[in-house]
């Protein structure tokens, strides 16, 4: 499967912004779909997650009540939706399909996704 995703751009503190992420090749439907996300010089962190079936998802404790993952599996498409972005969102976040079948325990385990977009750069200004 290959991801792409868009909706990155430059933001001011207290803005939001919706990032997709478009599976081609296999349909979304057949994936767990992981955001993480990885600032200058930091290491990729876990943002957000949303199991393939029961409409469960998990967050990072940095971005919950801010953020919302959703996914419309006709479009072959997950979002995530942040809003009150602050400064330290800042970062390149990157979408990734994970089919493991131990998932509500490795989330947030960047090991667990086999496939992985390529990025879209959020920058949020104070």
């Known amino acids: 499967v290959q991801l792409v995703e868009s909706g990155g751009g430059l933001v001011q503190a207290g803005d939001s912004l919706r990032l997709s992420c478009t599976t081609s090749?296999?349909?979304?439907?057949?994936?767990?779909i992981g955001w993480f996300r990885q600032a200058p010089g930091k290491e990729r962190e876990f943002v957000a997650a949303?199991?393939?079936?029961?409409?469960?998802?998990y967050y990072a404790d940095a971005v919950k009540g801010r953020f919302t993952i959703s996914r419309i599996n006709a479009k072959n498409t997950v979002y995530l939706q942040m809003s009150s972005l602050k400064p330290e969102d800042t970062a390149v976040y990157y979408c990734a399909a994970s089919t493991t079948a131990s998932y509500s325990g490795l989330y947030d385990n960047v090991g667990s996704y086999a496939s992985w977009g390529k990025g879209t750069l959020v920058t949020v200004s104070s």
């Open positions: 949303k199991r393939r079936s029961g409409d469960v998802s």
């Open positions: 090749g296999r349909a979304v439907s057949n994936y767990h």
